[in-house]
């Protein structure tokens, strides 16, 4: 809109100074044609007076405007090198928070006997019926069906495909799931299973063994999949039914499944246990 204005204006005002190098010439003409005298200066020297002002004006707003051009073109460039530089920037942090990540994945398990496999989380099973996530290693870097998957935090799940660069883990949180476990301060006994909640359930528990919130629930060893001592999650809520055999508990996974990016996968799980 703005060089649109300043072409028509442009345009006017060289049709003007058209008008005035016509009028100038045609002025002379009649200056030489009454002579030296005063009269005819008089009428078009305020008219030559006009036509510089309005020429002068003009190249002013060209100025103007290539200016202005020049400065939009280098905003543009300097709001392209920005982004270009926050695009950088931000791939350096993720670089820094993956390596980060990493460091803590190794140091967890250098604490750790057996052989134990880093791999990257990579999708979710996009089956509503199941919690599962998938990992970018499978039977050609030795995972194989049934293999517990760890991280720092505590047991994630169980491999239940393995194809032969990826594979998928059963989470915990899936009805399918099942740890047999214990409390770590008073080793009473059950099994944790998902549950629709997003939470675990801590069943089999008998009712006169001692449960409190806040406990630690850890894997007991005994299903043959997990060794001993994994950490499992945090009983949330107790319910006691006086005329049942068993309690009723929640346990919160300690695990954020909504944050996975990197797992361990335990290669040989049945030879060590990790029991702290």
Known sequence: ???????????????????????????????????????????????????????RNAENIWMHYFNLVNVANNNKELLQDLGEANERLHKLREVELSNERLKELLNFK???????????????DPSRWFKAIIIDKGRLDGVVKGLPVVVPDGIVGQ??????????????????????????????????????????????????HDVATGDVVVSSGLDGVFPK???????????????????????????????????????????HDFDK
Not at 6 to 14: M, Y
Not at 110 to 124: D, F, S
Not at 236 to 257: C, M, S, W, Y
Request: proline share 4%.
């Open 159 to 208: 491999v239940t495909v393995s194809a032969a660069r990826y594979s998928k883990v059963l989470l915990i949180m899936d009805q399918n799931s099942a740890v047999d476990a214990l409390v770590q301060r008073s080793r009473a006994r059950g099994i944790v299973k998902g549950a629709l909640s997003g939470h675990c359930s801590f069943s089999y528990v008998l009712s006169k």
């Open 110 to 124: 250098r604490t750790l006997p057996g052989h134990l496999l880093a791999a990257e989380v990579i999708g979710k």
């Open 1 to 55: 809109m703005f060089s649109q204005r300043v072409l028509a204006v442009a345009g006017v005002v060289l049709l003007i100074a058209l008008s005035g190098i016509v009028l100038t010439i045609n002025g002379q003409r009649g200056v030489s044609a009454i002579g030296s005298g005063g009269v005819g200066l008089s009428l078009i020297a305020p008219f030559q007076e006009g036509i510089t002002g309005a020429v």
């Open 229 to 271: 001592g994994f950490r499992i999650g945090e009983v949330l809520e107790i319910v006691k039914n006086p005329a049942g055999i068993f309690q009723e508990v929640r346990v919160t996974p300690f695990p954020d499944f909504k944050k996975l990016e990197e797992v361990l996968v335990i290669l040989n799980p049945r030879r």
